[in-house]
Nanobody
Framework: QVQLVESGGGLVQSGGSLRLSCAAS????????MGWYRQAPGKEREFVAT??????????DSVKGRFTISRDNGDNAKSTLYLQMNSLKPEDTAVYYC?????????WGQGTQVTVSS
């Protein structure tokens, strides 16, 4: 099993920055895929960014150039996933979820709210 705990959400003005973190533990391996997804009120959950290992990244077009995903693989089957979000826009307002995909299947965190005011 994999446990994921997000933090770092909050309220920020348009143009501001936030850094989300996701503490992962359990059956974590260095080359598993981890990612961030988000869900705005009344909308489907959507892809934001993924990372394989610590170097292979992919971004949604809507966040390219503004968001950066990174990962720190620690000891004892633990890993921390980050999402640096710059130049935030009101349309980035959503609950952001951490996702892990590996040998035990797919796991999700509980989500952290990001609100961007105009």
């Amino acid at each position: 099993q994999v446990q994921l705990v997000e933090s770092g959400g909050g309220l920020v003005q348009s143009g501001g920055s936030l850094r989300l973190s996701c503490a992962a533990s359990g059956n974590i391996f260095n080359f598993d895929t981890m990612g961030w997804y988000r869900q705005a009120p009344g909308k489907e959950r959507e892809f934001v960014a993924t990372i394989i290992g610590v170097a292979y990244t992919n971004y949604a077009d809507s966040v390219k150039g503004r968001f950066t995903i990174s990962r720190d693989n620690g000891d004892n089957a633990k890993s921390t996933l980050y999402l640096q979000m710059n130049s935030l826009k009101p349309e980035d307002t959503a609950v952001y979820y951490c996702r892990h995909s590996g040998r035990t299947g797919i796991s999700w965190g509980q989500g952290t709210q990001v609100t961007v005011s105009s």
